[in-house]
């Protein structure tokens, strides 16, 4: 893949592209995340598809120079589509990055979204108080405690030995989040884990478009599976449910979403 950066506003944007030939598929990733959250899934061989994948910034090698929400990801995101100037028909959100996914095909930047394990407006409807907590030590952890708690929450299945390496794993993230609190305490608590916002500003990404559908591990504790099957039941969205799978998708399943991805781009 060839690694590039871009200037976007005030930020120097990282982002990696592959140019094969084949149709070119934007992946955004989720918070305090980088272009590499589909690592595994980039090195799968039976791709129909070339990558382009961003690292937002605050994230993987691009700058923080302005203040963090998600509206500005969703205007960077927006802005690198304009630059780059590709036909993108789909783009691929993981988490908080399904944020920007939906915007951009709102916006009519992109044809088709393939949401995986996507922010929602639902994500904190059980146990409000105790979720809200919850998230925002796994996001930002205080401590080598919430940062294992954290770690460890983020798969199902031990991959590649996992779980054996937890606590190295766990003493990695402490110390980037802790670097990068200051970029990221605001959208955390203002927007993440805000219920107002999310009822209000999240809901309305979702209604303004069809184009959409979704792809979750059935065992995700960061964003709940039932959490997405309700806006899927309620908007009639399709959903692919992955058995024996949290968060970490890419990681964990990449061949069932490659899968998935090959199909919509041979139906776009």
Not at 23 to 31: C, D, S, Y
Not at 125 to 134: C, I, R
Request: charged share 20%; hydrophobic share 40%; net charge positive.
């Amino acid at each position: 893949m060839d690694k590039k950066f871009i200037k976007i506003f005030d930020e120097e944007v990282f982002y990696v592209e592959e140019n094969t030939g084949k149709e070119k598929v934007l992946f955004l990733h989720g918070f305090n995340s980088s272009h590499n959250f589909a690592q595994q899934l980039y090195l799968l061989k039976n791709r129909n598809y070339d990558v382009v994948a961003i690292d937002f910034p605050g994230c993987g090698k691009s700058s923080a120079n302005s203040e963090i929400t998600i509206e500005y990801y969703q205007k960077i995101a927006q802005e690198f589509v304009k630059q780059i100037n590709y036909n993108f028909k789909l783009v691929v959100g993981h988490s908080l990055g399904g944020a920007s996914a939906l915007y951009l095909l709102n916006s009519k930047m992109v044809n088709y979204a393939l949401l995986a394990a996507p922010i929602n407006y639902n994500i904190l409807s059980a146990k409000l108080d105790e979720t809200t907590e919850k998230l925002k030590r796994w996001l930002i952890p205080s401590n080598l405690n919430d940062a294992i708690e954290s770690s460890e929450n983020l798969v199902f299945n031990n991959k590649n030995g996992y779980k054996e390496n937890l606590n190295k794993i766990a003493t990695m993230f402490l110390k980037i989040t802790k670097f990068k609190e200051r970029n990221f305490l605001k959208l955390v608590t203002n927007q993440i884990i805000n219920p107002n916002y999310l009822k209000k500003e999240i809901k309305k990404l979702y209604t303004q478009s069809n184009n959409y559908e979704f792809i979750i591990g059935i065992n995700d504790m960061f964003v709940p599976f039932m959490s997405v099957a309700k806006i899927a039941n309620d908007l009639n969205k399709n959903l692919s449910a992955i058995s024996n799978c949290g968060h970490a998708i890419f990681f964990e399943k990449p061949e069932q979403v490659n899968e998935k991805i090959n199909k919509l781009i041979s139906s776009l």
